[in-house]
């Protein structure tokens, strides 16, 4: 099945820092990914849609000017968290979707611990 | 309502117990239908998809019922490699996008 890899697994920094998370769709080409937050037990909440060429749209409470998302090719990703503070430590996930027709199945990342000490 | 509304959970069941999940969905227009399962500290990673006819993989059923908006997962013979969260998900036609419901924990004990 379609792969999608998801760099790096985790990450540790400093308040203030800037971090940047990779999300490549292997074997298939992903005009749209989609960013996911997860904080501990709760579920997967969808931060933003990545356009390739184009800006990401972003969901509400989302500041697009802290998560900067980059889609400049049709198999890459990226979302820097810029200024990272200690509540933006949480589990980060980027899947790909493949539509075949009317069905939808999405290809996740590792996810990427992120922790802000 | 919420867009995908799941069993709070959690399910602790004993080894060889039949366990059901429960779904609804808010969005009559929804095509796509799939259970995911997420370990802990890990991605979501597919189960099985949903169809209409409904559809068996081992030990596992998938219902979908569109006039109720409703969708179920039947765990038959649990075995302790089934405690995880079962997240139900759902799209649009033709859509990239997919809602999460907040998904279901299960632990299967010895």
């Known amino acids: 099945g379609a792969v999608v890899s998801q760099h790096p697994s985790r990450v540790i920094c400093k308040s203030g820092t800037s971090v940047k998370i990779e999300c490549r769709s292997l074997?298939?080409?992903?005009?749209?990914m989609f960013w996911y937050r997860q904080f501990p037990k709760q579920s997967l909440m969808l931060m933003a849609t990545?356009?390739?060429?184009?800006?990401?749209?972003?969901e509400q409470g989302v500041e697009k000017d802290k998560f900067l998302i980059n889609h400049a090719s049709l198999t890459l990703s990226t979302l820097t968290v810029t200024s990272a503070h200690p509540e933006d430590s949480s589990f980060y996930i980027c899947?790909?979707?493949?539509?075949?027709?009317?069905?939808?199945?999405?290809?996740f990342g590792q996810g990427t611990r992120l922790t802000v000490v | 309502r919420k867009e995908v509304e799941q069993d709070p959970g959690p399910f602790n069941v004993p080894e060889g117990a039949t366990v059901a999940f429960n779904c609804t969905y808010s969005n009559s227009a929804s095509q796509s239908f799939f259970w995911y399962r997420q370990d802990c500290r890990k991605e979501p990673k597919l189960l099985m998809s949903?169809?209409?006819s409904g559809n068996e993989d081992g030990r596992f059923t998938a219902q979908l019922n569109r006039a109720s908006q409703y969708i179920s997962l039947l765990i038959r013979d649990s075995k302790l490699s089934d405690s995880a969260t079962y997240l139900c998900?759902?799209?649009?036609?033709?859509?990239?996008?997919?809602?999460f419901g907040k998904g279901t924990k299960l632990s299967v004990i010895p």
């Open positions: 990545s356009n390739e060429g184009s800006k990401a749209t972003y």
């Open positions: 899947s790909a979707s493949s539509v075949r027709g009317a069905n939808t199945e999405a290809f």
């Open positions: 949903v169809y209409s």
């Open positions: 074997d298939f080409q992903a005009t749209t």
């Open positions: 998900v759902v799209s649009g036609a033709g859509s990239y996008q997919l809602t």
